[in-house]
């Protein structure tokens, strides 16, 4: 699979393939935090979200892990296909529900 | 069950005009958020409205502001429009705190 240490504008990864995307966030204080997608012309659409008492978190075919100790937050995406071809963007709060913070997105493009 | 849902879609106005975007939560949601995002960056928090009134603002001038009518719908205006002003503008909705939030397909606002 391919994986990214740190945040990068562009991931591109073959279909059947694990991809990573990284995302290094500010504000210690942050207590959730979650993961968008966002297709060219439409919102973003929630993906999975995790509260800081939580290191890991599990959908489907997606993973989010919170490494607190370097404020580092990562979407993992088992066997990727061309649908989750779009932009990924996370974000975090002082709690779910209030003003989300964006980080920069990663655009994420699945070939064939 | 309907989810976020924008009014209108796409918008051209003249600097100098006012404008007006309109947002239904989904079913159930009581809170309102509105952020901006301008073409290729993440979305920048404006502000949030709860029970009619606004609880938390980004940093927006005060040619930015906002409503929320008894049945948790919400406006956007925004007076002497700028060409930066140009950008999709995206409303989320969320049943008060601790919950995710949820976003419409966003009006796209064009300043000519």
Redesign the interface.
Known sequence: GESVGLHLPTLSVQEGDNSIINCAYSNSASDYFIWYKQESGKGPQFIIDIRSNMDKRQGQRVTVLLNKTVKHLSLQIAATQPGDSAVYFCAESNQAGTALIFGKGTTLSVSS | DAG?TQSPTHLIKTRGQQVTLRCSPKSGHD?V?W?QQALGQ????IF?YYEEEER?R?NFPDRFSGHQFPNYSSELNVNALLLGDSALY?C?S?????????????TRLTVV
């Open positions: 976020v809170t958020s952020y993440e979305p920048q928090f949030q938390q980004g995206l989320a969320s049943r008060g705190l601790n919950t995710e939030a949820f976003f419409g397909q966003g």
